[in-house]
C-alpha cells in the first residue's frame, strides 16, 4: 500500500483514490466497492427450538484465529448461547465485529458447513460476480483492518456495528484478477498450514516421548512402583523420588515468587527488566513490556533471575516452564512467575525445565495439593510438596538432550512459519492495491 504523494507521482494507468484520511494509487481498471455490494450479509437464522439434535456445533470469536477457524465448540440444545443465531455455509467468511484488531476474520470450509455462529460476526456471502477466496484474502489486509478499528466504538467491549459495513470499502481488480491474486496467497496459506501441521505432530511427539522417558528412563535397569500425588507411576530401579525442596541450590531464595510490591513501583520504558508471564510462555526473552530503574536493584535484588534458572507461570496458566536462557538480559521476575534455582550438583536444570513443562508427573500433583483449584495461583509452600522422579545425573542430561532437539526442531520450523508470513504480507501489501500487477494473459 503506499500513500499518494501528489497527482504528479502517479505511475501511467493508475488513478488516486481516498478510504478515509489516505489516498492509495490503485490501476485506473480497478474500483472501489462497499461490503454490501460485493457481499450478502444476511444469513439463515438458527433456532434451537427447531433443532431436531440434542447438541449442535459453535463457533464463537474465541474459535477463529487470523485466517482460520480452529475448532468449534458441541453444545447442548438446552444451552445455547443467546448469540448462537447465524448459521454458516461453505465459501462463507466470518468478520468478527468485537475487537476487530484480534482478526477473527476466517472463510468457512467445507468442514464447517451448516454450524452455528455467534452474532459477533458478520457473515459475509460474495456476491456471483465476485471472487470468494479475494475477498477472504481482502478482509485479511492491512487497509481492511485499519477501517475496522477506525470504527470501533465501546471502550470494555470495543466493536463495530453491522451498519459500519456499508461505509467499508475493498480494492477490486476484474475477476480473473481476482482469482490469481487470491491463487497466489493460497498457495501460501496452504504452505503455512503444513508448517503448522508439522509443528503440531513435532511437539505432539516430544510429549509422548517425555512422557515414557520420564518413567522408563534411557538404560534398562527394570522397573519398581511409586506413588507419586494420587498417582502410582512406574520408575527405574536406580531413579530416586525426591521433594522438590531437596534440588534447590543451597543460597538463599533459591525457590522465590516475584514480589507483590512491583504493583507500587512506576514502570520505565528502559533500566531493568521484569520478565512476565508472556516470555515463559512463549520461551522468548528478547523483549519485555516494563522496566524499572536501575536505582531499584538491590532493593529487588533476591528477585533477581539468572541463567539455567528455572521459570513457572503461577497465574492464570499455571505450570508452564522455561529455561532462562545464557544470552538474556539481566532482570527480575514479575509476581506471576516462580523461580526454582536447582543444585546443578544433583538436578541438572534443562532436566528440571522438561519435567515441569513435558511431564504430567508434576502438574498431576499440582493440582491434587490444591485440591483441584489453582485459581488463585501457585505459591512455593504448595511447590515444595511436589515429589519429583530424579535419574543419575548423566541420564538426566540424556533425557534433556533428547527433548532439546525436539525444541530445536519446533524453533526451527517456527521460524520457517515467521519468515513465509512476512512474504506473504509483503505480497498481500503489493498485489491487493495493484502496486504489482498479475500476468492475466495466460
Known amino acids: 500500500m503506499s500513500e499518494t504523494a501528489g497527482q504528479s507521482d502517479l505511475r501511467e494507468s493508475y488513478k488516486e483514490v481516498k478510504i478515509g484520511p489516505k489516498s492509495f494509487d490503485i490501476p485506473e481498471e480497478w474500483s472501489v466497492e462497499t461490503i454490501p455490494d460485493l457481499c450478502n450479509l444476511d444469513t439463515e437464522s438458527f433456532d434451537a427450538s427447531n433443532h431436531s439434535e440434542e447438541t449442535f456445533e459453535y463457533i464463537d470469536i474465541e474459535s477463529v484465529s487470523r485466517g482460520t477457524i480452529n475448532q468449534s465448540k458441541t453444545i447442548p440444545v438446552e444451552d445455547t448461547p443467546s448469540r448462537a443465531k447465524q448459521i454458516i455455509s461453505t ?11 484480534l482478526q477473527a476474520f476466517a472463510p468457512v470450509t467445507e468442514e464447517h458447513d451448516g ?5 459477533g460476526f458478520a457473515v459475509l456471502s460474495a456476491k456471483e460476480d465476485v471472487y470468494s477466496s479475494y475477498i477472504t ?12 478499528t477506525n470504527r470501533m466504538t465501546g471502550t470494555s467491549y470495543p466493536a463495530v456495528n453491522k451498519s459500519d459495513f456499508e461505509n467499508v470499502r475493498l480494492f ?23 508448517i503448522d501441521e508439522i509443528i503440531q505432530i513435532t511437539t505432539t511427539l516430544k510429549s509422548a516421548v517425555a512422557n ?18 494420587p498417582k502410582s507411576v512406574t ?64 532493593d529487588f535484588s533476591r528477585y533477581k533471575i539468572r541463567s539455567r534458572d528455572v521459570l513457572l507461570t503461577r497465574m492464570g496458566t499455571v505450570g508452564d516452564a522455561s529455561l532462562f536462557p545464557d544470552d538474556a538480559q539481566p532482570g527480575i521476575l514479575s509476581y506471576h512467575l516462580l523461580r526454582i534455582r536447582p543444585d546443578q550438583n544433583s538436578c541438572w536444570s534443562p532436566y528440571l525445565h522438561h519435567l515441569l513443562n513435558d511431564g504430567k508427573i508434576v502438574m498431576d500433583q499440582i493440582k491434587s495439593l490444591s485440591h483441584g483449584s489453582i485459581m488463585d495461583g501457585l505459591n512455593v509452600s504448595t511447590l515444595r510438596q511436589v515429589r519429583v522422579p530424579l535419574p543419575p ?24 512459519k515467521q519468515r513465509l508470513q512476512e512474504l506473504k504480507n509483503g505480497l498481500m501489501q503489493d498485489l491487493l492495491t495493484g502496486k504489482v500487477r498479475v500476468n492475466t494473459d495466460n
Open 235 to 298: 520408575l527405574p530401579n536406580n531413579w530416586d523420588v525426591t521433594k522438590l525442596t531437596n534440588l534447590e541450590s543451597p543460597e538463599e531464595n533459591a525457590v522465590q515468587t516475584g514480589p507483590y510490591q512491583l504493583g507500587d513501583v512506576e514502570f520505565k520504558d528502559s533500566g531493568l527488566r521484569v520478565y512476565g508471564q508472556s516470555n515463559v510462555t512463549s520461551d522468548n526473552y528478547e523483549s519485555v513490556s516494563n522496566h524499572i530503574s536501575l536505582d531499584l536493584e538491590d
Open 393 to 416: 545425573l548423566d541420564e538426566q542430561q540424556k533425557i534433556g538432550q533428547i527433548l532439546d532437539q525436539f525444541d530445536k526442531k519446533i524453533e526451527e520450523y517456527s521460524q520457517s
Open 137 to 148: 484474502q481482502a478482509i485479511l489486509s492491512k487497509y481492511f483492518l485499519d477501517q475496522m
Open 212 to 229: 515414557r522417558l520420564f518413567v522408563n528412563g534411557i538404560k534398562n535397569n527394570g522397573q519398581k512402583s511409586v506413588k507419586l500425588g
Open 91 to 101: 465459501g462463507d467468511i466470518l468478520v468478527g465485529k468485537v475487537r476487530p484488531y
Open 115 to 119: 454450524k452455528v455462529c455467534s452474532t
Open 172 to 194: 477490486v481488480p476484474p475477476l480473473i484478477e481476482q482469482k490469481i491474486i487470491a491463487d497466489i496467497l493460497s498457495t501460501v496459506d496452504e504452505q503455512l498450514q503444513q
